[in-house]
């Protein structure tokens, strides 16, 4: 077999391999480039709740009120935290939390959702599961590098790297040359 | 021919990893706080946050396993962070807020209403989960403490009303804040 075609077969297997994960690599990228600006993992609901002054210093009876008021099962409090003089916070599970004025009752019912699909290639992306998931990150990490590699010499003649294809690669080497350059020098 | 024009946007968007936290870069200082209201009976949080305990604990352990420093209070600390500075320590509290972005960060709260201590981990290093809120979590890590600037305050303060959706003041903050925070490599996370 020809060392050319041996790279378009190389390409073409990897290729069709690393889409899925190309694909979930990508479409996270783009969401945890714009973390500033949004969350990538979690959405949030904020209910307005009313459940009433809450006269008394016992924080028992506190947590009584509001959980009374709300018609939550006690049993599923897991622990209350006087968050300043007047916030009262009762927390739930999964994250979820009710936050009231203990001078009004006013306040805020708190969820917390995943976004569905999208939380778990994060957790992908972002490698948060380690261990196994390292493995296959690196298998992926050389894939990429497989497939850059050998789509440069996909093609020759004028179309190839000796012809257009160099001026491309050049531009594209370029972003990361200059960013070196400029940390280095230029800062 | 599209597989090799696509590739070098994938490496460009791998490599974009290095987000910036929502987190501001450290913990509300205890000095920033309203005093303690000590006068509502039964514990500010529940479970006690009590002394931490000095043998290995139970529950789900994130990032690396404790070491076994010193257990203090987060009262203790936060009462005289001065005397624990630089210095690795063990305390425990209930969790009560996480970072929703990167999961690098959690706060615990402490022995007197409105107390709460930061922990603080390596963006990428673990991540808690938000479900970890109104858990028990006992944490190692060293005591880092930084005053700020009266602007950076005002910033900082700014920074949180915005992610609690508060309207900000910049007049209300007069005072440059002290900023305690707990720096570590791991913690473990049980139900209380």
Redesign the interface.
């Known amino acids: 077999m020809k060392w050319r075609k041996l790279i378009h077969v190389l ?1 073409r297997d990897i ?1 069709y391999t690393a889409v899925a994960l ?1 694909l979930a ?2 479409i996270s ?2 969401a ?2 714009h ?2 600006d949004w ?4 959405s ?1 609901v904020e209910t307005p709740v009313d459940v009433g002054p809450l006269p008394t ?4 009876v506190m947590q009584a009120h509001v959980v009374e008021r709300l018609e939550i099962d006690p049993k599923l ?9 007047t916030e009262f ?1 009762v ?5 979820q ?1 009710v936050h009231v004025d203990i001078r009004d009752g006013k306040g805020l019912y708190k969820e ?1 959702n995943t976004h569905p699909v999208l939380y778990e290639v994060n ?1 992908l ?4 599961i380690k261990g196994w998931w390292t493995w296959i990150a690196d298998l992926f ?1 050389l894939s ?1 590098i497989t ?2 590699v050998t ?1 440069l010499f ?2 020759k003649g004028k179309r190839g790297l000796g012809g257009r294809g160099k001026w491309f690669v050049g531009a ?1 080497l370029l ?1 990361p040359l200059g960013f070196i350059l400029y940390t280095i020098y230029g800062a | 021919m599209a597989r090799v024009r696509v590739t070098p946007l994938v490496v460009l968007l791998s490599a974009s990893l290095a987000a910036a936290c929502d987190a501001p870069p450290a913990a509300k200082g205890g000095e920033a706080k309203p005093a303690a209201t000590a006068k509502a009976k039964g514990d500010a949080a529940t479970p006690e946050s009590g002394k931490a305990e000095a043998a290995a604990p139970e529950g789900k352990t994130y990032g690396a396993p404790l070491e076994g420093a010193d257990a203090v209070t987060i009262a203790q600390v936060m009462d005289d962070p001065k005397a624990y500075e630089n210095k690795m320590v063990r305390v425990e509290g209930m969790v009560t807020d996480v970072c929703t972005k990167r999961g690098c960060w959690f706060e615990m709260a402490g022995e007197k209403p409105g107390m709460k201590m930061r922990f603080k981990v390596r963006d990428g290093d673990m991540v808690f989960p938000p479900s970890a809120k109104g858990k028990k979590a006992v944490a190692e890590g060293t005591v880092t403490v930084r005053t700020l600037s009266l602007e950076d305050t005002k910033r900082f303060e700014e920074h949180m009303a915005k992610d609690a959706g508060k309207e900000f003041d910049p007049a209300s903050i007069t005072e440059p804040m002290t900023i305690v925070q707990l720096t570590g490599k791991g913690a473990v996370i049980r139900d209380s």
């Open positions: 390409h290729g190309t690599y990508s990228g783009l945890v480039n973390i500033d969350n990538p993992n979690f949030f210093d016992d924080y028992d409090v897991k622990g209350r935290f006087m968050e300043s003089e916070r927390f739930l599970p999964e994250g939390e917390i957790q992306h972002l490698n948060t990490a990429l497939l850059a789509g996909m093609i594209g972003v």
